[in-house]
């Protein structure tokens, strides 16, 4: 079978991709990337073509359609980009700090733990 080669694919899972397909490109995405991503969640979902003969076998699933939409939330990344330039980067300057007091906090215990410890995490 020729890559790309859509035969082995129900009528329902080729309008499925169809359906996805036009919401991408509803949402400004190109058309062949839009077909790609359309395909992908189909067989994500169903494991790939579920006609007899093409090694059927695997349970069909909602997780990618569940997901499509919702990552970052409702209003991601809105929050940030209607703060200041100034408020993002005392916000990232704070975050940096934080991560390099945990990052000196977990080197000092690894520095005091007993050398019997060490000789055992070794084994």
Not at 48 to 63: D, E, I, L, N
Not at 73 to 82: E, F, M, Q
């Amino acid at each position: 079978m020729p890559r790309g080669d859509k035969s082995s694919y129900t009528n329902k899972q080729k309008r499925k991709a169809e359906h996805i397909e036009e919401g991408y490109e509803k949402r400004g995405v190109k058309k062949k990337e839009a077909e790609r991503r359309a395909w992908a969640t189909v067989n994500r979902e169903s494991g790939g073509g579920k006609k007899s003969g093409s090694g059927r076998g695997r349970k069909t699933t909602k997780v990618s359609s569940k997901r499509g939409g919702r990552i970052g939330g409702p209003r991601g990344g809105k929050a940030a980009a209607s703060r200041s330039a100034a408020d993002r980067s005392r916000s990232a300057k704070k975050a940096a700090a934080t991560r390099k007091r945990n990052a000196a906090k977990r080197s000092l215990s690894k520095a005091r733990r007993s050398p019997a410890k060490k000789a055992a995490r070794k084994r």
